[in-house]
């Protein structure tokens, strides 16, 4: 089974660009989420979505955004970049958000490095 | 809100021996989830091993084992005959059990992360 996708491996762009991130969960997973992962930071939850609705999302500004398609596929856009928006951004997806913990254990991508000049 | 706390950046362990990597974590919650996740140089997130607060054994995967203890907010893992492949970073994470949705949250808080490495 093919693991958690994500496109591109590696991004530069300039202040005031946008982008758009690409996520392919594991086949049969229905939540994704995104992650942003920098060295002062950490890594921070930025969204998660389960059949093609934002269930749940964290402290980003309205600049981050997302969606999920009816495959799951799942996108995240920022506009208007900014020099702090450099960073790993990691998507991850689980069978369901539910009251089993298999399910809702998270499987990660190998991330998208995002770099903004 | 939740925190979690790993208090030891870097941390280095001999070929062969163990080592115990420390977790705090703050929440009111009294139902949740607690993962350790390692993370090598080449980036992908692994899960290790993973534990339900309701339970109170200790979960164990192979060499890696958790010490958790509800009451003081810890959950420590250890590493036993340590390899050099357990060379990474290592991440310990909090998963809120969500009553609204029908379960968890859908999303992990993380710690700082221990750099561990292994030496030869």
């Known amino acids: 089974k093919a693991g958690v996708t994500q496109t591109p491996r590696y991004l530069i762009k300039t202040r005031g660009q946008q982008v758009t991130l690409s996520c392919s969960p594991i086949?049969?997973?229905?939540?994704v989420s995104w992650y942003q992962q920098t060295p002062g930071q950490g890594l921070q939850f930025l969204f998660e979505?389960?059949?093609?609705?934002?269930?749940n999302k964290g402290n980003f500004p309205g600049r981050f955004s997302g969606r999920q398609f009816s495959n799951s596929r799942s996108e995240m856009n920022v506009s208007t970049l900014e020099l702090g928006d450099s960073a790993l951004y990691l998507c991850?997806?689980?069978?369901?958000?539910?009251?089993?913990?298999?399910?809702?254990?998270?499987?990660f991508g190998a991330g998208t490095r995002l770099s903004v000049l | 809100a939740q925190t979690v706390t790993q208090s030891q950046p870097e941390m280095s362990v001999q070929e062969a021996e163990t080592v115990t990597l420390s977790c705090t974590y703050d929440?009111?919650?009294?139902?949740?989830?607690l993962f350790w996740y390692k993370q090598p140089p080449s980036r992908q997130m692994i899960l290790v091993i993973r534990?339900?607060?309701?339970?109170?054994q200790n979960a164990t995967e192979n060499r890696f084992s958790v010490n958790f203890q509800k009451a003081a907010k810890s959950f420590s893992l250890k590493i036993s005959d340590s390899q050099l492949g357990d060379t990474a970073m290592y991440f310990c994470?909090?998963?809120?059990?969500?009553?609204?949705?029908?379960?968890?949250?859908?999303?992990?808080?993380f710690g700082k992360g221990t750099k561990l490495s292994v030496k030869p």
């Open positions: 979505y389960f059949s093609e609705t934002q269930r």
């Open positions: 929440t009111s919650e009294s139902n949740y989830y």
């Open positions: 534990q339900e607060a309701y339970k109170q």
């Open positions: 994470a909090f998963m809120k059990h969500g009553i609204l949705h029908g379960g968890s949250q859908g999303n992990l808080i």
């Open positions: 991850a997806s689980s069978l369901d958000v539910g009251t089993v913990l298999a399910k809702n254990i998270q499987y």
């Open positions: 086949s049969g997973h229905r939540s």
